[in-house]
């Protein structure tokens, strides 16, 4: 058995909170995987000392993977080991709140001349002939309608 690299050693707390975890049926599939990995590679528990294959074999995963959040725990700790980094949006988001609630009111006014009700293309048109908002996809209009519930039934306009 080779020496390894990065050794993870548990806290009685640590290890409560991690059996506490697995009982829990709120905690993601990625979350109990790793809790598993981290109780099997504690070198704090009693019985033998577990490889990364043994380790992996036990829990059912590759043994690459019980060396990165092995090395995870060991350099950026066990909270982050166990739950990952804190995710940041991306992007930005295209539209302000208030944007999106000028689009809304555009999709609410009666159609224009010509036709029965507001469409997706005839929306991105319109918003860039009125310049209320920067031009846009109509992929965006399209997700920033559904996110906000607006539908022909419910808009008095249309």
């Known amino acids: 058995m080779s020496t390894k690299q990065h050794i ?7 290890r409560a909170e991690l059996k506490a975890l697995l009982r829990r049926n709120g905690a993601s599939a990625l979350e109990h995987r790793r809790a598993r990995i981290l109780l099997a590679a504690d070198i704090g528990r009693p019985g033998p000392k577990q490889t990364d294959a043994a380790v992996a074999a ?51 006014s009666p159609p224009p001349a010509g036709h029965a009700r507001w469409s997706v293309r005839l929306l991105a048109e319109r918003v860039v002939e009125l310049t209320a908002l920067p031009p846009v996809s109509r992929e965006l209009i399209r997700r920033t309608l559904k996110k906000t519930g607006s539908s022909p039934g419910w808009c008095s306009g249309g």
């Open 8 to 14: 993870v050693r548990l806290t009685t707390a640590q």
């Open 58 to 108: 036990a829990v059912n995963v590759d043994p690459r993977t019980v060396a990165r959040v092995r090395a995870v725990c060991a350099t950026e700790g066990f909270a982050v080991a166990l739950h990952g980094h804190a995710r940041s949006r991306q992007t930005p988001p295209k539209l302000t709140c208030g944007q999106e609630a000028r689009l809304v009111a555009l999709a609410c």
